[in-house]
């Protein structure tokens, strides 16, 4: 899963931040509907990085 989050441009830092709270099935299903959008995510780093730290701050918070 790693590997794939690299290929979005998704930071290190925020994987490891994040990953644990977002777990396994949700993270899959981000990189499922990112890979849908495909060529409509112009910025890579930008889109797919505040989606997952959107996504890991609410799973942390609840």
Do not use: F, P, S
Not at 27 to 54: F, M
């Amino acid at each position: 899963m790693l590997l794939r989050l690299r290929g979005w441009q998704v930071t290190d830092a925020n994987v490891i931040r994040y990953a644990k709270a977002i777990g396994m099935e949700r993270a899959n299903k981000l990189l499922y509907e990112w890979q849908l959008k495909g060529k409509e995510i112009q910025d890579k780093a930008k889109y797919c990085n505040t989606v997952w730290v959107r996504v890991g701050k609410a799973a942390m918070e609840g």
